[in-house]
């Protein structure tokens, strides 16, 4: 046999083993995730007749049936999750079980990212939930569409506005690069003066206008299908 001939075979021999324990990997991660997911099962079964410990349970389901791609049914105890989160204006949750409901991929899957940007634009939740939040419009948008420069200039605003502890600085800077990576791909803003002048087009430096045209933004992923009142929300936040 060739030395060629012998490189090669050694050369499948090693891809099929790594392929091997790559399968082996997945295989044990799966089956984990299912004793993880019927352990939760079973803890739903014992808190049934305490809500807020039920409805937390079913957000944990609602996420390891993503991972197991299982997606139907994920949205399905999210989509409850949410509802009970939203009454008791857990705006928090409420905003994680939009997210879970965006990555399950349903029919109203971009109706629930729009309305989840809207509640963690409305009320002050954790800045990393509403970047993730904002995130998803930016990926979802074509690169010449404006949608994503506002959803960057209103993420890179809710880090300059809600951070006052040690980590402002890193969420600053993150979502300033999320907004420098939107100008280049928007209109190959590669220079600090052409991203000055491209954050001047758009208005991006004028948090009244740039929320304004959010809002549109959410309209559009949301249409008909608000599940909740926004004027009633509106109506109890607090007059400052």
Known sequence: MKSTDKTAIMNTDMKLSDTARTVSVETEERAA??????????????TE???????????????????????????????QSFDTYLASKNWQEAVEACNLLFQSEQSESLAALGMGVWLAVTFPIGVETSVSMLQHIIDETPDDADGAAVAAATAHYIAELRCNDQNRDN?????????????????????????????EKLELNDPEKFLIRLRNVIDVLVQDQ???SREDLQAALPVH
């Open 33 to 46: 995730l299912q004793a993880h997911l019927a352990a939760q099962m079973d803890r739903l079964r014992e």
């Open 49 to 79: 007749r305490d809500p807020d410990a039920a409805t937390d349970t079913r957000m944990e389901i609602a996420r390891t049936l993503l991972r197991l791609e299982h997606d139907a049914e994920s949205w399905n105890y999210a989509r």
């Open 171 to 199: 969420w600053v800077f993150f979502t300033g690069q999320m907004l420098g990576a939107v100008a280049r791909r928007h209109s190959q803003a590669e220079t600090q003066e052409a991203f000055s002048l491209w954050m």
């Open 226 to 228: 608000w599940w909740f």
